[in-house]
């Protein structure tokens, strides 16, 4: 099992994994909740897959299992900037305008997009599967949360179902819920803005916890200037590559 963390532009160095988690997104929200967004028959891909946006996906067993991309709020790629503003100022039709009474406009907050996991189908396949899937999920938050706190973040911010700040707090992280929220008309799911405290504490630790608990699976790969957490000082042979609606 693999947790990958880079940049937009860093895609190339990881092989097959940013594909894999365009073609996991298309079968988790396209095929599996109905949105209606960009899409072909095998991936899918947004206005906000840019060069300001930051990937952590896990692998395992040969295919992507999880991940998510985020992007500081002070992102502008064209006329784009990031999915909760653009949707205020009324360029994204299926989110309200009026969500959040503040909009953040600093890199001291990052928003997290395109979260998704093969929880379903993967377990149906796989025991093993079934029993790691919260692992990979804490790895893919924990990747993002360590990669924007070390650029400067400070909060992570979501707009997810209801139960996703129950499950970040029990990750250890402080969750909360912020502004108002909605059902969405293409999946029938309510959705809410959340805000997460970036606690290096918190990400180490599920790093030390989880990513050394099997040493013969696990592998870290990821920019080692930007992610500061070595497994080598923690005397493991894990390897850290040099080459990073909702």
Request: proline share 4%; charged share 20%; glycine share 8%.
């Amino acid at each position: 099992m693999q947790l990958h963390v880079f940049n937009y532009l860093d895609q190339y160095k990881h092989g097959s994994v940013y594909r894999e988690f365009l073609g996991l997104r298309k079968r988790v929200l396209v095929d599996g909740l109905g949105w209606q967004i960009p899409h072909n028959s095998e991936v899918e891909e947004d206005q906000y897959d840019n060069p300001t946006a930051v990937y952590s996906v896990v692998r395992a067993n040969g295919a992507v299992i999880a991940g998510a991309r985020a992007a500081p709020c002070n992102s502008q790629w064209g006329e784009w900037s990031y999915m909760l503003k653009d949707a205020r100022d009324g360029k994204i039709d299926a989110i309200p305008k009026d969500l959040l009474q503040t909009y953040p406009e600093s890199a001291s907050t990052w928003e997290c997009t395109r979260f998704v996991s093969a929880n379903t189908g993967f377990a149906r396949q796989s025991s093993w599967a079934a029993e790691h899937m919260e692992t990979a999920t804490k790895l893919v938050v924990a990747g993002l949360c360590e990669f924007a706190f070390d650029q400067g973040g400070e909060h992570l911010m979501s707009l997810s179902p209801l139960g996703l700040g129950r499950l970040l707090r029990s990750f250890g992280y402080q969750a909360k819920t912020a502004g108002g929220g909605y059902r969405c008309r293409e999946d029938g799911r309510r959705y809410r803005p959340f805000f997460m405290t970036c606690d290096k504490h918190v990400n180490r630790g599920l790093f030390q916890r989880h990513l050394a608990a099997d040493q013969t699976q696990w592998e870290l790969r990821c920019p080692a200037d930007n992610l500061h957490w070595h497994p080598q000082k923690q005397h493991s042979p894990l390897h850290i590559g040099n080459q990073q609606h909702g």
